[in-house]
């Protein structure tokens, strides 16, 4: 099983304040790797490094991902501790109000800006820490980077379409940038994405769940499209990150894969 095998291995995780970021990050500490949890928010660092320094070695650094300076000094700081940086997962992103449509608005209602936020967050948010500790990978020849895409890039899912094209982006990035490394680089160094299904969150709970705890209307739509009938539990993507970061998925990159309970296999008939 050696080649599952990720002990000792320096991992970075974007967004690791959040809940997506702070299960990954659990997960791999517990499978031996020293992980470094990236945030722009000095208080949630603080309660996640409180919660995950039983798993194993972790730290915290305040960092901006839309921040080309911020995200180099942060690489230097790491570099300078560890020597390398072998995973990346680019955990940052999410939704936010502004851009997500009600049942009654239409895309005319949308407000630009808050569009152009969640774009560049998801996006940029992925494409810049890429450039930044790709090119550390690069350097040493080896790593793997992990990113964040989404049910909404397989086909439209109404009322979040900000949500939805930055992650289309996330896709077509990954391709491409798994395609740049192993062509200009090395094969060692890939590059591919994960795509949740629906797993009921803070940023989402609202449209999910009713206040007496019941399910709206969305989530039957929803369940009636996934196979599994259920929503996904965060614990659940852990061990498809734990397989592309390890040597087991030594020739897949460039890859895109649904994690969703058959949502994207199924018609709906």
Request: net charge negative; aromatic share 8%.
């Amino acid at each position: 099983m050696s080649m599952f095998d990720l002990s000792g291995n320096v991992a970075i995780v974007t967004g690791g304040g959040g809940v997506l970021g702070s299960s990954i990050s659990k997960s791999l500490l517990q499978a031996g790797v020293k992980v470094v949890i990236l945030d722009i928010r000095q208080e949630a660092l603080d309660t996640r490094i409180e919660e995950l320094k039983e798993y194993g070695e972790v730290s915290g650094l305040v960092c901006n991902v839309l921040d080309m300076d911020s995200l180099t000094g942060v690489r230097q700081q790491i570099v300078d501790k560890w020597g390398r940086i072998d995973i990346l997962v680019n955990a940052a992103g999410g939704n936010m109000p502004g851009a997500t449509l009600t049942e009654e608005q239409t895309i005319f209602d949308m407000k630009v800006t808050d569009f152009q936020k969640v774009t560049d967050l998801n996006m940029n948010g992925t494409v810049y820490p890429s450039m930044v500790f790709g090119e550390a990978m690069a350097k040493q020849g080896k790593g793997s980077i992990i990113n964040i895409s989404s049910m909404a890039t397989y086909s439209a899912i109404t009322r979040v379409p900000g949500y939805s094209v930055a992650k289309s982006g996330v896709n077509i990035f990954t391709q491409w940038l798994a395609t740049e490394l192993a062509m200009k680089f090395n094969e060692k160094i890939r590059v591919n994405a994960i795509a949740p299904g629906f797993f009921i969150g803070d940023q989402n709970r609202a449209v999910l769940i009713n206040p007496d705890g019941s399910y709206t209307e969305r989530s039957k739509k929803v369940l009636a499209k996934t196979p599994m009938k259920r929503f996904g539990d965060i614990t659940e993507l852990n061990g498809i990150v734990q397989f592309l970061c390890s040597d087991a998925a030594s020739f897949i990159t460039g890859a895109i894969i649904p994690v969703d309970g058959g949502f994207s296999a199924f018609s709906g008939v």
